[in-house]
């Protein structure tokens, strides 16, 4: 990886509702990076599609004509995407706004800058409700470290991160584990299912898959706590 120069922002205007402003700050950072590096590409991380979505419209107006505005997420179809992805046209420039899509898995040739807002949506089950929701949370620095990365691939870069170094050391090391956050009924279904009369009786690699039955053996009620405490 390329040499990467990470600079921090001053504090968020609204820390208790941190996307609120988001639709005017980062188009002010993005026109900020556009001056001072000539050039480039430019990868802007966002938490949910709404997000790219209003901000977008805020930068649709303000880019020069020889820069190219895309959006990077999901729910996009695959020609979409790859345009977003592929590298800009000679004497053009992009601008990427993504969600945590862009992550790992995915290289922007001609990315330089990063603008990283600090935040991500992810699932979270609540159990008084029985639904999973999405939840906006701060990043994780793992997940920072990923997204600063960006900048590095195929050329020194910049990282602009939209919180203070105060905010950084707060921020959790990892995302916590998805079984400590997803919806466990059907493995505690197909668990019961399995046979054992109890849950301590399906202990490490004394548990051996049975014949499933019509119905659970055991209900959701014994399960669920022994599937809690060995999962912690």
Same mark, same amino acid.
């Given at each position: 990886?390329?040499?990467?120069? /990470?600079?921090?922002? @001053?504090?968020?205007?609204?820390?208790?509702?941190? *996307?609120?402003?988001?639709?005017?700050?980062?188009? #002010? +950072?993005?026109?900020?990076?556009?001056?001072?590096?000539?050039? $480039? =590409?430019?990868?802007?991380?966002?938490? $949910?599609?709404?997000?790219?979505?209003?901000?977008?419209?805020?930068?649709?107006? #303000?880019? #020069?004509?020889?820069? =190219?505005?895309?959006?990077?997420? $999901?729910?996009?179809?695959?020609?979409?995407?790859? %345009?977003?992805?592929?590298?800009?046209? %000679? $004497?053009?420039?992009?601008? !990427?706004? #993504?969600?945590? !899509?862009?992550?790992?898995?995915?290289?922007?040739?001609?990315?330089?800058?990063?603008? =990283?807002?600090?935040?991500?949506?992810?699932?979270?089950?609540?159990?008084?409700?029985?639904?999973? *929701?999405?939840? *906006?949370?701060?990043?994780?620095?793992?997940?920072? =470290?990923?997204?600063?990365?960006?900048?590095?691939?195929?050329?020194?870069?910049?990282?602009?991160?939209?919180?203070?170094? @105060?905010? +950084? +050391?707060?921020?959790?090391?990892?995302?916590?584990?998805?079984?400590? *956050?997803?919806?466990?009924? /059907?493995?505690?279904?197909?668990?019961?299912?399995?046979?054992?009369?109890?849950?301590? %009786?399906?202990?490490?690699?004394?548990?051996?898959?049975?014949?499933?039955?019509?119905?659970?053996?055991?209900?959701?009620?014994?399960?669920?706590?022994?599937?809690?405490?060995?999962?912690?």
């Amino acid at each position: 990886m390329t040499p990467i120069t /990470s600079t921090r922002a @001053a504090p968020r205007p609204c820390p208790t509702s941190p *996307t609120s402003g988001w639709p005017s700050l980062v188009p #002010a +950072h993005v026109r900020a990076a556009l001056h001072t590096h000539p050039e $480039g =590409d430019i990868l802007v991380f966002l938490p $949910g599609v709404g997000d790219l979505q209003r901000s977008a419209r805020k930068l649709t107006d #303000a880019l #020069a004509n020889h820069i =190219d505005l895309h959006l990077l997420h $999901g729910e996009l179809p695959l020609e979409t995407q790859d %345009a977003a992805l592929r590298p800009a046209r %000679a $004497g053009r420039r992009k601008v !990427i706004l #993504a969600t945590s !899509i862009a992550e790992t898995s995915l290289t922007i040739e001609g990315v330089r800058v990063v603008i =990283d807002g600090g935040f991500a949506r992810v699932p979270r089950f609540v159990p008084r409700t029985g639904f999973t *929701t999405l939840e *906006t949370v701060p990043v994780a620095r793992a997940a920072a =470290d990923q997204r600063r990365g960006r900048a590095g691939r195929l050329a020194p870069g910049t990282c602009y991160r939209l919180w203070t170094e @105060a905010e +950084h +050391h707060n921020l959790p090391a990892h995302r916590p584990p998805e079984i400590h *956050t997803a919806d466990l009924s /059907s493995l505690v279904l197909e668990l019961a299912l399995w046979g054992p009369p109890s849950p301590p %009786a399906c202990a490490g690699s004394t548990c051996r898959p049975q014949r499933p039955s019509p119905k659970p053996r055991t209900c959701f009620c014994v399960w669920a706590p022994w599937i809690m405490r060995n999962w912690e």
